[in-house]
């Protein structure tokens, strides 16, 4: 395969690092995602304690859930406010951008430069251990990128729903953009190969973009517009006031809370030779999946829609107190 070759994929293979990220506003205050983030850490680690997890915290954070992260071995990097990241990267629409809260997920691989890691997990905070993380690196080695594939998408087991994610528009998109096509795949558990990580940390200004042309697609036709809520909306007008000649994007789907997976999926079929595989049902489960007591399931992405339901499921089989900040 040809593989481009950077400083990352000539780093030691042995480093392997989990990351997770959360942005919040506000004065500082454990909310629940603040508790889902600790659960997962907390449910990784009782499976693997050496493996290094990084966690980029935006906004003002609980002292006390700071210190339960050290305490696991978690290395903090405090990021600032949000809005300012989405400033420095992406300044004239950073407003708009700075109001769809979840880009910064994929806005902080920089930050991992000093530590050059052969493989990278990138977990959300609605993520539950149920074996050990080395399973995946080493199962999911070869291609640049595995992820589960998007719900309703046509490789989901559920059926395929083009009013959810239209696939047809997505790859007509990614070939009017010059951009490979790439299959929909969750990002919520995302391991990265071969030095992706660098790959898409150069790519963060394009990624941003796809994400604001998007918006503006939507804020410019009279029929999406409706998708955002009315500020959203008003913000979205006002740079788009301030830069008329910015290039609007169709947005495939009529979900506005998958924007920044499709921004990334056409983000990295930019990458040169890029290739991607899926993680199989056996070692991540996702939404309300249900895999009994199958012994290679390593991880659950079970949404934030459906935690009361995982959760009470989860304590009758492992009952377990996961609170910010205990040890």
Not at 158 to 166: A, E, Q, V
Not at 185 to 199: A, K, P, Q, R
Not at 291 to 310: E, I, L, R, W
Request: one cysteine or more.
């Amino acid at each position: 395969m040809g593989y481009f070759l950077g400083a990352a994929a000539k780093a030691d293979q042995s480093m392997r690092v989990v990351t997770y990220s959360l942005s919040v506003d506000g004065p500082p205050q454990t909310t629940d995602y603040h508790e889902q983030l600790f659960s997962s850490v907390k449910s990784l680690r009782a499976y693997n304690r050496v493996v290094a997890i990084h966690v980029f915290l935006y906004g003002e954070h609980p002292c006390e859930f700071v210190l339960g992260l050290q305490n696991e071995g978690v290395t903090i990097h405090h990021m600032g406010a949000y809005a300012d990241a989405v400033q420095r990267i992406r300044p004239r629409a950073s407003r708009t951008l700075a109001r769809y809260p979840l880009l910064h997920k994929w806005m902080n691989f920089h930050k991992l430069a000093a530590v050059q890691p052969s493989q990278v997990l990138q977990v959300d905070c609605d993520t539950f251990f149920f074996d050990d993380v080395e399973i995946l690196f080493d199962r999911y080695s070869e291609c640049h990128y595995y992820g589960r594939e998007e719900p309703s998408s046509k490789a989901s087991p559920y059926g395929y729903n083009p009013d959810y994610l239209d696939e047809d528009k997505l790859f007509a998109l990614a070939q009017r953009e010059g951009a490979a096509a790439v299959n929909p795949y969750n990002i919520g558990v995302s391991l990265l190969n071969h030095g992706l990580w660098t790959e898409i940390a150069k790519r963060t200004g394009m990624f941003l973009s796809y994400a604001f042309r998007f918006l503006a697609g939507m804020g410019r036709d009279p029929q999406t517009r409706e998708k955002l809520w009315p500020d959203f909306a008003r913000v979205v007008m006002v740079d788009l006031f301030e830069q008329p000649d910015v290039a609007d994007l169709p947005f495939p789907s009529s979900n506005l809370w998958i924007l920044d997976q499709i921004a990334l999926w056409l983000t990295m079929g930019h990458v040169p030779n890029f290739t991607h595989g899926r993680l199989s049902r056996d070692h991540v489960l996702q939404g309300g999946e249900q895999n009994g007591d199958c012994p290679t399931k390593v991880v659950h992405h079970y949404f934030g829609v459906d935690k009361s339901a995982f959760l009470a499921a989860l304590s009758q089989h492992a009952p377990m107190k996961l609170t910010a900040g205990q040890a």
